[in-house]
C-alpha cells in the first residue's frame, strides 16, 4: 500500500468516515459508453443482468484481481486518455472504484447498526473534482479498492442471513439490504471493468 493511499484512507476515518450528503448518479453518465439516453430504469436492468444467476460474493472478490490484469503493462498515456470529452479516463475510473467501495463500508455498517437508516446520494462527478482523480496514480486507486474491498468482504462473511436483510433508506433507490447493495456492488464493478477493457481494447485496435 503506497503512503498516499494509507493517507487518504486515514483522512477520511479521521473524519468519521461519513461521506458527504450529496446525490448519487444512477445513470453514470461521466463514466459510461452507453447511449446518453439511457434511463435509470435501463441502466438497473443492465446491471441486474450482469449478476444473474451468479455469487455476488464471488465477483465482487474477482474484480481487483481482473482490473489488476487489465492494466499490467499499460503505458500512462493509455490509462490517462479520455474516450471522449466528458468522459473518464481508465484512471479516473479506478479512483472512482476505490471512493465508491469507501461509501459502501460506510453504507453497509449503517443499515447493520440502524436498520432502516437514511442513506444520503452522491454527486460523483462532484467527488472526482474534489478528490483531483487525475492525480491519481492507477496503481494506488487500485491498492486503495482492493484494501477496501477485502475489508467489507471479511466483514459480510461474518453476518448472520437476518443481518444481511437489514435496510437502508437509499435517496434514489429506496429500500435495500445489505444483501442488495453486495448485489449492486457486484454489478458495479462489471460495468467499470468493462469500459476499462474498452478503453483500452479500443486504443490498441490499428487506425
Known amino acids: 500500500m503506497t503512503y498516499l493511499a ?3 484512507i486515514r483522512n477520511y476515518l479521521v473524519a468519521g468516515g461519513v461521506p458527504p450528503p450529496l446525490r448519487d448518479n444512477v445513470v453514470m453518465q461521466g463514466t459510461s ?3 446518453a439516453t439511457e434511463t435509470a430504469d435501463q441502466y438497473k436492468a443492465r446491471l441486474g443482468s450482469y449478476v444473474r444467476g451468479k455469487d455476488p460474493i464471488a465477483m465482487q472478490r474477482e474484480a481487483p484481481r481482473t482490473l489488476a490484469n487489465l492494466i499490467e503493462g499499460a503505458p500512462d498515456e493509455m490509462l490517462d486518455r479520455r474516450a ?9 475510473i479506478l479512483a472512482h472504484l476505490a471512493e465508491d467501495e469507501l461509501v ?29 482523480y487525475d492525480s491519481w496514480t492507477p496503481r494506488e486507486a487500485l491498492e486503495m479498492f482492493r484494501l477496501l474491498r477485502e475489508a467489507n468482504l471479511r466483514m459480510l462473511a461474518r453476518l448472520s442471513p437476518e ?24 454489478a458495479h464493478d462489471v460495468n467499470h471493468i ?6 483500452l481494447e479500443l486504443q490498441e485496435a490499428p487506425a
Open 194 to 199: 468493462n469500459q476499462v477493457r474498452r478503453s
Open 33 to 35: 459508453d452507453t447511449p
Open 163 to 186: 443481518e444481511r436483510q437489514r435496510y437502508g433508506i437509499h435517496a434514489e433507490r429506496g429500500r435495500i439490504t445489505v444483501e442488495d447493495l453486495a448485489r449492486h456492488m457486484a
Open 6 to 8: 494509507a493517507r487518504r
Open 84 to 92: 471522449a470529452p466528458g468522459k473518464w479516463s481508465v484512471r479516473a
Open 104 to 132: 459502501s463500508s460506510w453504507r453497509y455498517r449503517q443499515m447493520i447498526e440502524h436498520s432502516g437508516a437514511t442513506l444520503p446520494g452522491f454527486d460523483q462527478d462532484e467527488w472526482a473534482r474534489l478528490g483531483d
